[in-house]
């Protein structure tokens, strides 16, 4: 595998980090930029739901402030705070969350902007359903923002691995190989593995050890799109996992 399967299909005529795709919708410069802003919130929506959720006890309100939100944000009125020296996009992103709650709340209501038209297509029921197994009733809003939003970052960086090997025709592999993403196997585990995929044992390790290398690099490639230097990416690993854990 080369790193090229990792690059986007239809290449942006701008830096496509998340900062980027921010500062350039909020500029209005390419008319692409407002789509990838818009994929972004798609992709990214859950953790800020999940924090709304646990402030707002209203499962009906929550989601339409959420709508609300995102409503705001695709139309340009939230961009102005963005800042990338300020700190990392998924800060901006709670920040900007939690002012609008503080300034809005009121106002936004499911009759406002076109008698609560969807400006994304949000899941809320699957969401909630995911909710409702969240650990520790005691956990602030921000602690369940920071814990959904390392998930959903590893859960893009798990499809675009697995995208990778069906592109290349080893889908099979990769679901054989999914488990040992994790380091920790006993070497009964990689005979089991070299047996299903019938192929040695030195080859299974090495087809696993290329899985977890890959891995390892997707991820950073996707920490690194959410923060304004690069040195920063060791940083935010440890975060990450601090997040989980």
Request: proline share 3%; with cysteine; charged share 25%.
């Amino acid at each position: 595998m080369t790193s090229s399967n990792a690059q986007p299909e239809q290449p942006l005529s701008f830096a496509t980090t998340h900062w980027s795709i921010v500062l350039e919708a909020g500029r209005g410069r390419h008319a692409e930029a407002d789509v990838a802003l818009a994929e972004l919130c798609q992709k990214y929506w859950f953790p800020l739901y999940s924090y709304v959720r646990r402030r707002v006890h209203d499962q009906s309100e929550a989601q339409d402030l959420t709508q609300e939100f995102f409503a705001r944000l695709l139309e340009k009125e939230l961009l102005a705070q963005a800042n990338p020296d300020r700190g990392r996009f998924r800060s901006f992103l709670l920040t900007a969350m939690q002012n609008f709650l503080t300034n809005e709340w009121r106002k936004a209501q499911a009759t406002k902007r076109g008698g609560g038209q969807r400006v994304l297509s949000l899941d809320f029921q699957a969401s909630d359903s995911r909710l409702s197994f969240e650990p520790g009733h005691d956990w602030t809003a921000e602690r369940i923002f920071e814990r959904n939003w390392g998930i959903t970052l590893l859960e893009h960086v798990l499809t675009r691995l697995r995208d990778e090997y069906t592109t290349a025709g080893k889908e099979k592999l990769f679901a054989a190989l999914r488990p040992f993403i994790s380091s920790n196997r006993d070497e009964g585990s990689f005979a089991m593995l070299a047996e299903q995929l019938e192929m040695t044992e030195g080859a299974a390790k090495v087809a696993a050890h290329r899985l977890r290398k890959r891995y390892r690099e997707l991820l950073r490639a996707e920490l690194a799109q959410t923060v304004a230097d690069p040195a920063d990416v060791d940083a935010e690993i440890a975060w990450l996992f601090n997040a989980l854990g």
